[in-house]
Every structure is written in structure tokens, then in C-alpha cells.
């Protein structure tokens, strides 16, 4: 079945630089990656999201993109604030149902 | 307000003494989906439905049972918990597959 690895575990950056976070996934069919960030004692919540026919897409300070031939993707955050602390996880969805693999998370800090 | 409900929001009970704990949405969604969440696991999908009466298992589903009589409920049940299954539970609705999952604030469950 599909697996959804994420790296690195836990991530700690000085406030204004750069954060990124890789996943890996396993099933060639996968087509949609999401990524959600969960504040502490919070419900995750979307943050942004990629679709197989796209390599990469942005949103002001977020970015995600994504390689189908190495089948990996990955979040970009540029200037990162205190309030970008959280649990960013990454996930994978296989047509045809709503089959959903999250990966194991990522903590990350930013130290002001 | 478009929102997941989950209730209860924190339960204590024994092992084998059958629980449901309930999920609504009130987006019109077709799609909900039951979820645990471990330290260092992530979230994993237990059971998942793409509309009325049709179900399927996610990753995890031993020990649970879903229903979805109704679009917009979709209750978890353990018919026989154990200490193993002592997690924090979130439900989730989406309009479709590929599409942004809406979690419930989560419902922190202890088996003793």
C-alpha cells in the first residue's frame, strides 16, 4: 500500500530564513498532496496543496513542489515568523476513493 | 457557520465498554473520513465514506466500526475498546477526493 515518509522530524530555524520539509511517497498513482499545519491542542488545517499535473505552486510565503519521477514533494516556507511554529504534515491521496496517507509530521520552530 | 462537530471532546472509559463517539458536518459534504493521531505516527486514516451508506477501510480500521446512514453524520464506534486504542480522534469532510479535508476539533479518548 501507499507510505508517505517526511523529513526531517523536527526543525528549528532563526526568525526571516528558510524552512523545508520532504516527503516521499510510494504509489505512482498518488495524485493529490496536501499539506496541513496543526498549531498546538489545534485541528490540522490546509495550508496549501498540489495536484499530479502541476510541479509547483505558491502562495505568497509557501511554496510546495513536487518531483513525480522521484516521487517526492516538498513545502517551502521563506521568512518564517514565530507564528509559523507548528506540526506541518504532509499527505498523499490514490484516485478513486479517499484514501488519505499522512506522513509522521514535522515540528518546526522559529526562534525569534 | 460551516464547521465539523465531534462529540465528546474528551472521554475516560474501561476496557470493553462499547463507545460512539459522533461526527457532523453541516458543508453538504459527500466525503467524511475518521482519523487517529499518535505521537510520531501522524494521522492515520481508519475508515473513510464517499457518500451515503458506502464505506471503506483506511489503514488502520481493526477495532472500529463506521456507519453513515445520513450525509452529514458519520459516528466512530468501538464496540469493545482496549488500552491500545486510548488516541486522539479527529473526523474529517471534504466535497470530493482531491479535495481540502475540514477536520472536527478532535476527541481525546482514554482506555483504562
Known amino acids: 500500500g501507499e507510505n508517505v515518509e517526511q523529513h526531517p522530524s523536527t526543525l528549528s530555524v532563526q526568525e526571516g530564513d528558510s524552512a523545508v520539509i520532504k516527503c516521499t511517497y510510494s504509489d505512482s498513482a498518488s495524485n493529490y498532496f496536501p499539506w496541513y499545519k496543526q498549531e498546538l491542542g489545534k485541528r490540522p488545517q490546509l495550508i496549501i496543496d498540489i495536484r499530479s499535473n502541476v510541479g509547483e505552486k505558491k502562495d505568497q510565503r509557501i511554496a510546495v513542489t513536487l518531483n513525480k519521477t522521484a516521487k517526492h514533494f516538498s513545502l517551502h516556507i521563506t521568512e518564517t515568523q514565530p507564528e509559523d511554529s507548528a506540526v506541518y504534515f504532509c499527505?498523499?491521496?490514490?484516485?478513486?476513493?479517499?484514501?488519505?496517507?499522512f506522513g509522521a509530521g514535522t515540528r518546526l520552530f522559529v526562534k525569534a | 457557520e460551516a464547521q465539523v462537530t465531534q462529540n465528546p471532546r474528551y472521554l475516560i472509559t474501561v476496557t470493553g465498554k462499547k463507545l460512539t463517539v459522533t461526527c457532523s458536518q453541516n458543508?453538504?459534504?459527500?466525503?467524511m473520513s475518521w482519523y487517529r493521531q499518535d505521537p510520531g505516527l501522524g494521522l492515520r486514516q481508519i475508515y473513510y465514506s464517499m457518500n451515503v451508506e458506502v464505506t471503506d477501510k483506511g489503514d488502520v480500521p481493526e477495532g472500529y466500526k463506521v456507519s453513515r446512514k445520513e450525509k452529514r453524520n458519520f459516528p466512530l464506534i468501538l464496540e469493545s475498546p482496549s488500552p491500545n486504542q486510548t488516541s486522539l480522534y479527529f473526523c474529517a469532510s471534504s466535497w470530493g477526493e482531491g479535495g481540502e479535508q475540514y477536520f472536527g476539533p478532535g476527541t481525546r479518548l482514554t482506555v483504562t
Open positions: 499527505a498523499a491521496s490514490i484516485p478513486g476513493g479517499f484514501k488519505t496517507i
Open positions: 458543508m453538504n459534504h459527500e466525503y
